[in-house]
């Protein structure tokens, strides 16, 4: 027998409401309504949250309802009569109305008792709006609902779908560490790669974060630089493009330009003539950047000196 939670449930809630829909809905808007509502609500989104159980269980109910034919229509007499008794209610003093609804009251909580036979055999069932509801809900509970069965199974394949899809972009955005490629000038026959060796690279782009660096082995004057954080990588490609390296991002994280340098919320800039650096000048640059990096290792190594030297000698006896 169908739950008298379930009937109390139902006869007190505006299905159509619940849904979002027209009484006069078709079954296919009834079901595309479902599937909207069902979603947010179901219980494997939803693992610790009752009332979003409570919620997707009672749209399961309206779903089942409404798309029976026979559940339907005693749905919709019973609701009609309830709202024709609510008219006749308003028209009645206040005194006889609280004496009515404490009549029905008692009488609602009869009918629903399992010890009273002779009252059930008293009430016509076809006369009884609530009686045909109760009777409809009982059946499509011993029959189950295969079209209830088949949006629910529906339902639990776009959610696989949607965790597996993202549990792969998770894994895709963990893997995929922001890198860029790095070009420099090295001039015809100059096996030395115009100086630029792996510790001059890391002295260069390891101050904006922890870098890997990999120099191609057989094309000259160019190297690749993965980086472990999408924001310093994006601050080491500003910094440095365009100073004494050509850089051009390989695989940009959407919060960064994409390959071409250039923001895809920004304008496209202004097509200029890039004049390429001299033999000379590219020279200097590189020497500039040895000097620094020199200069910041003495600096380093007087910090270190004086630290040592404040520290109190250890007299051994």
Do not use: C
């Amino acid at each position: 027998m169908a739950k008298p939670a379930d009937i109390e449930s139902l006869r007190d809630t505006d299905l159509y409401g619940l849904l979002e829909i027209q009484d006069d809905a078709i079954p296919e808007a009834i079901k595309k309504a479902y599937r909207k509502k069902a979603l947010k609500f179901h219980p494997d989104k939803n693992p610790n949250n009752p009332k979003a159980a409570e919620m997707f269980h009672l749209l399961t109910k309206a779903l089942e309802v409404l798309s029976d034919v026979a559940a339907r229509g005693a749905y919709d007499r019973f609701q009609k009569a309830k709202k024709a008794a609510e008219e006749r209610n308003r028209h009645l003093d206040s005194k006889r109305r609280k004496m009515k609804e404490e009549l029905e009251a008692r009488e609602t909580n009869f009918a629903f008792s399992k010890k009273n036979t002779t009252f059930k055999a008293q009430v016509a069932p076809d006369l009884n709006p609530l009686s045909q509801l109760q009777r409809e809900i009982e059946r499509l509970r011993k029959e189950g609902s295969r079209m209830v069965e088949v949006e629910q199974e529906r339902m639990r394949e776009e959610l696989r779908k949607a965790d597996t899809q993202s549990r792969t972009a998770d894994s895709s955005n963990q893997s995929s560490s922001p890198r860029f490629k790095v070009r420099w000038h090295v001039d015809k026959g100059d096996s030395y790669n115009s100086g630029v060796t792996e510790a001059f690279l890391r002295d260069v782009f390891g101050r904006y974060d922890n870098v890997t660096i990999i120099i191609s082995p057989k094309k000259l004057g160019s190297a690749i630089i993965e980086f472990g954080n999408v924001l310093r990588a994006e601050k080491a490609f500003m910094a440095e493009n365009g100073k004494m390296f050509e850089l051009t991002w390989l695989n940009a994280p959407s919060t960064v330009w994409p390959s071409s340098g250039s923001s895809p919320s920004s304008p496209a800039p202004a097509t200029t003539t890039k004049v390429p650096l001299t033999h000379e000048e590219y020279e200097a640059r590189v020497l500039e950047r040895m000097k620094e990096a020199a200069a910041r290792k003495r600096k380093a190594a007087e910090v270190a000196a004086a630290e040592n030297a404040s520290q109190p000698d250890i007299i051994v006896l």
